[in-house]
């Protein structure tokens, strides 16, 4: 494992991109896969078990990951205004990797949660040449579904949990983030106890001394690509779970609008099946890359 920073310049000011590499780049014959983590406002750590791609019985892809600027490792930015969060500030990051690493004519992608859109907008709005095949895990087409989907799968927790959610972060934040956990124990990741990967990129943006900058921005406001899908012109694989926030019908504009889509279910999963079924998770996502 390999890790260290990346300069990014964006407005003639130039920040640090975090990253971390899982197998050899320079001497690998496989196609390197980068991954794009969730949030907005997580961290790339529980996106490590993508790491088993690296290995030979999953292709021995390299594998990269990042924290996005403002997040975690990263250059954090807590005094930059909202509009500067822009989703083309991300995409700008993710092709400044790219160029870094030199792999833009020949990669994939792995994107989970905010991660699987901000994949979707790499492909529809830059169309990068270089992309071979693209995994969508776990990701809404629109976030009115995620927030609808959202709301209705709190409805089956007690009040006390759902009136902490409902209400104001900033009011109890530790009230909130034990309400979160439990929410997120039958609908975000359910091994217990949690890894420790995910507990980490948890507390990134949800806990006591939280760095929210990204989080509160409202990139996602309004969002929808789903009038744009058929523009994705990669093999896309879509990814969910039986008990995952990106319920089917959150999901299902990418199954049914992506020209060259597949889409797997994982029946013991929520949001990360990549833990809940670990193998059978890389199993798949290797098999789709291999095609």
């Known amino acids: 494992m390999k890790e260290g920073f ?3 310049t964006h407005q003639k000011e130039t920040h640090q991109t975090y990253y971390k590499v899982f197998g050899d780049l320079r001497n690998s014959t496989s196609t390197p896969i980068v991954v794009l983590h969730g949030g907005p406002g997580l961290s790339h750590d529980y996106q490590l078990p993508h790491a088993d791609l690296a ?3 999953c292709g021995s892809h390299p594998v990269i990951f990042y ?37 833009q004519d020949a990669f994939h992608l792995v994107g989970h949660s905010w991660g699987g859109m901000l994949g979707s907008e790499f492909v529809v709005r830059r169309h990068p040449p270089g992309l071979k095949r693209f995994v969508c895990a ?3 087409a629109a976030i009115e ?3 609808r989907s959202f709301g209705e799968l709190l409805e089956g927790f007690p009040s006390e949990i759902r009136d902490v959610i409902s209400g104001n972060r900033e009011d109890n934040p530790k009230a909130y983030l034990d309400a979160l956990l439990k929410v997120y124990a039958v609908h975000g990741c359910r091994v217990q106890p949690f890894p420790e990967e995910f507990l980490t990129s948890v507390l990134y943006n949800n806990g006591l001394d939280a760095d929210r900058t990204v989080a509160d921005a409202g990139v996602m406001k309004g969002w929808s690509i789903v009038d744009r899908l058929h523009l994705v012109k990669v093999p896309t694989l879509v990814i969910n779970g ?8 959150v999901i299902e504009s990418y199954v049914k609008r992506v020209p060259n889509a597949s889409w797997i ?22 098999k789709f890359l291999k095609e």
């Not at 205004?81 to 993710?94: A, G, H, R, S, V």
């Not at 039986?242 to 019908?249: C, E, H, P, T």
């Not at 079924?277 to 890389?282: A, K, L, Q, S, T």
């Open 55 to 57: 290995g030979k019985a």
């Open 145 to 147: 579904l995620w927030s």
């Open 67 to 103: 924290d996005q600027i403002g997040n975690a490792r990263s250059t954090r930015l807590p005094h930059k205004p909202p509009p500067f969060w822009k989703i083309d500030l991300f995409l700008d990051e993710l092709e400044n990797l790219l160029r870094y690493f030199g792999i």
């Open 265 to 286: 279910k994982f029946e013991n999963s929520s949001h990360l099946p990549c833990f809940e079924e670990r193998e059978g998770y890389m199993d798949a996502v290797a």
């Open 138 to 140: 776990n990701a809404p």
């Open 6 to 8: 990346i300069p990014f």
């Open 242 to 249: 039986r008990y995952d926030i990106a319920q089917d019908w």
